[in-house]
T-cell receptor, first 114, second 112 residues
Framework: DGGITQSPKYLFRKEGQNVTLSCEQN?????MYWYRQDPGQGLRLIYY???????QKGDIAEGYSVSREKKESFPLTVTSAQKNPTAFYLC?????????????FGDGTRLSIL | GENVEQHPSTLSVQEGDSAVIKCTYS??????FPWYKQELGKRPQLIID?????GEKKDQRIAVTLNKTAKHFSLHITETQPEDSAVYFC???????????FGKGTLLTVNP
């Protein structure tokens, strides 16, 4: 979906380093989400946000942090506390949290350890 | 919380055959069930979804059925083509927190 832009496409993290993944949407969606995808694991929810300046932990939030200062932006920081960060990270958005409307995904960021 | 089980994990069919992927969910209050297709290295894309007030939905070669009593839903692809080869994910939206919980995916291979 052209309305959700994730950057960078590939990212490398050094030991002890924090890195930030960008997610921007121009769909005017209220809700935004971050998922982590590992081979054979499906998509697991890290954090989600229903409105600006509000966000909740998902199922695997430890070692991650987010902010939602603007409606269109929901950056994810992978901190040094996340000991196994290598994965494919997907950002998604939907018109309204709780509405039965589909989530639309960005192209993802592949994070690897140097 | 919601738990979604998806079977099989891999499925190989001949071109032109049908493919069926099944999912079960645990939260009886779940009311929204999307299916996503993900090609290698790309984003998941919604292919069909169903809401709990409907038992079946079709879109050309793709159909989804929902059995609320048994808490399972299935994806049916007819007349499969090589371009249908991908990983398919089911998901369920729980009634209490509105989060989407995904199954672990099914790798579908359609052999020419």
């Amino acid at each position: 979906d052209g309305g959700i832009t994730q950057s960078p496409k590939y990212l490398f993290r050094k030991e002890g380093q924090n890195v930030t993944l960008s997610c921007e949407q121009n769909l005017n969606h209220d809700a935004m989400y971050w998922y982590r995808q590992d081979p054979g694991q499906g998509l697991r929810l890290i954090y989600y946000s229903q409105i600006v300046n509000d966000f909740q932990k998902g199922d695997i939030a430890e070692g991650y942090s987010v902010s939602r200062e603007k409606k269109e932006s929901f950056p994810l920081t992978v901190t040094s506390a996340q000991k196994n960060p290598t994965a494919f990270y997907l950002c998604a958005s939907s018109p309204e949290q709780g509405s039965n409307q589909p989530q639309h995904f960005g192209d993802g960021t592949r994070l690897s350890i140097l | 919380g919601e738990n979604v089980e998806q079977h099989p994990s891999t499925l190989s069919v001949q071109e032109g055959d049908s493919a069926v992927i099944k999912c079960t969910y645990s939260d009886s209050a779940s009311n929204y069930f999307p299916w996503y297709k993900q090609e290698l290295g790309k984003r998941p894309q919604l292919i069909i979804d169903i809401r709990s007030n409907v038992g079946e939905k079709k879109d050309q070669r793709i159909a989804v059925t929902l059995n609320k009593t048994a808490k399972h839903f299935s994806l049916h692809i007819t007349e499969t083509q090589p371009e249908d080869s991908a990983v398919y994910f089911c998901a369920a939206r729980g009634g209490s927190n509105y989060k989407l919980t995904f199954g672990k995916g099914t790798l579908l291979t359609v052999n020419p």
